[in-house]
């Protein structure tokens, strides 16, 4: 069955510190693969997305998340994390035809210590 | 670029009445919009897309003389709660996607439903 896991429903780092979210997931072809943020009471903001080529996606905010077909995975990375990064994040896929609906994760709510 | 609008951000109303909820692509041309569902602490839960000019696909187990879409033109959707119930109060967020193959879906800010 197609999934998407964001194995970590929290993550709390300290302000300035890297950060790395997780995202795995089950598809029978290399999808699209999407990164959104959302703080509470907004809609979604798309972080950075993947479609095909260079396996490492520059985003914006200081966001890059790295493809690795081999490991079914789609990691969203920051190198130093400012407050304003607390927030919602969720990754998505979608085929690459038809329907583009996406499949999401559950989520990753992160918060950053001062 | 790439900016959806969705109103109303609140509503209130009494249950039984029904409510009309706009997504709007601002600067592109929309030809797949979706509706979805959030519930607190929970990712978004997709209860139908819409293409222009034909009608919505509704995801497994939404009603869709409960949930009323329309996707009359390019840069417009509405979804229209129909006689609404308590239950019904939730967070409803509309994404857009443009008519080139390799477009994100791109995401309203949501409105907040609540009924009394």
């Known amino acids: 069955a197609q999934s998407v896991t964001q194995p970590d429903i929290h993550i709390t780092v300290s302000e300035g510190a890297s950060l790395e979210l997780r995202c795995n997931y089950s598809y029978g072809a290399t999808p699209y693969l999407f990164w959104y943020v959302q703080s509470p009471g907004q809609g979604l903001q798309l972080l950075l997305k993947y479609f095909s080529g260079d396996t490492l996606v520059q985003g914006i905010k200081g966001f890059e998340a790295e493809f690795k077909r081999s490991q079914s995975s789609f990691n969203l990375r920051k190198p130093s994390v400012h407050w304003s990064d607390a927030a919602e994040y969720f990754c998505a896929v979608a085929p690459a035809s038809g329907t583009y609906k996406y499949i999401f994760g559950t989520g990753t709510r992160l918060k950053v210590l001062a | 670029g790439a900016v959806v609008s969705q109103h109303p951000s609140w509503v209130i109303c009494k249950s039984g009445t029904s409510v009309k909820i706009e997504c709007r692509s601002l600067d592109f041309q929309a030809t797949t919009m979706f509706w979805y569902r959030q519930f607190p602490k929970q990712s978004l839960m997709l209860m139908a897309t819409?293409?222009?000019?034909?009608?919505?696909?509704?995801e497994q187990g939404v009603e869709k003389d409960k949930f009323l879409i329309n996707h009359a033109s390019l840069t417009l959707s509405t979804l229209t709660v129909t006689s609404a119930h308590p239950e019904d109060s939730s967070f409803y967020i509309c994404s857009a996607r443009g008519v080139s193959s390799n477009q994100p879906q791109h995401f309203g800010d949501g409105t907040r439903l609540s009924i009394l």
């Open positions: 819409s293409n222009e000019g034909s009608k919505a696909t509704y």
